[in-house]
């Protein structure tokens, strides 16, 4: 019966020593591999990215491996692990010895102000616990507004527009500029007057931006919508112009025939009947017809102004010219416009001018006179 009792009792004994070898081997497994990096606990501004050297030791003597993983805490904040300038996603370390892995991670634009926990997992090396403070509350809303969206002209004129870009982020942003206007529309954005294709903008600033949009010569009447962009980085903003063009504007000016050229007497009066037309796809108003006659000569016009013309509509004007009584024989230039608020059309006729019939027989007179004076004389003393 003792001998049996000394039995029990070692065996109790050899399996308690067993037990707790077992219950310590994790432990001191445990504390032979450790993560390390400095800084635990960093603030940062909204946007702002932090970078961490996270060391993984292995004070072990044979080899040990961790998967590596990030515990974002179901934030939505970006990272990545690197090693080398390569992702990362295992790590083998040797016995007694270390290794370095990077962590950046990303503050978000659109954040509150606050603690925020993470977490670096690695299997047997245990987990890293991170803190960030947002120093404050932020967003990466950047808008793009216009008081006057709608403009409204012909398509021989330009479309001015004023933005307004607003940067609502935590930091400085470089906005780069487009617009999507239709093929073959001209669109430039100006910033006090100097032509940009981008503009920087410090944190909740704004900055005022100019639009100019220049139809193509064959833009029909229309409605036309242009979409504006700013885009930077991981923000951006959009709005929407309209260009509404009424029609395009045309005028021409010429005489009934086409022909440019007309003979005149001098002191005397010639009308030219003049074909005033519009050429364009909207109505023209108030056309006024002026000239530039030679010095000392007349130009007036019957009737002087066209009240309107629609699109492909044309009508007679006439144009009296006086030549001086002083005009020598030659070609004189007159030159003659059609002009409305929108378009102006040019012509210039050549007036061939030419001397009065009544000088003509007064020059044969005295031609005449001469020759019978001529003639007496020789009669007279031609006897001697």
Known sequence: MNRFVRKL???FVLSLIAGLAFSTAPAMAAASTSLYTPYTYLSAAPGES???????????DSVQTADLTFDAGGKDWTYEL????????????KGKSSETVDLSLN???????GDYPFKVNADAFGALNLKVNVSE???YKSELTTEQPNLQGHADSPFTYSLQLNNRTAGKQQYALSAESPAGW???FTVNGENVTSVDIESNASKTITLNLTPADSAQANTYDVPVHAASGGTSADTTVQAVITGTYGVSLTTVGERLSADITAGKTRNLELVVKNTGTAELTDVSLTGEPPADWDLSFQPKTIKSLKPGEQTTVTANIVASKKALAGDYVVSLSAQSSAKTADAQIRMTVKTSVLWGWIGVLVILAVLGGVYGLFRKYGRR
């Open 186 to 188: 001209d669109a430039r």
């Open 82 to 93: 690197t090693a080398g300038g390569h992702p990362v996603r295992q790590v083998a370390v």
């Open 107 to 113: 503050v978000p634009y659109s954040v509150e102000k």
């Open 50 to 60: 932090l970078h961490y050297e996270i060391e993984l030791i292995n004070d072990s």
């Open 9 to 11: 009792k070692g065996t």
């Open 137 to 139: 509350g932020g967003s």
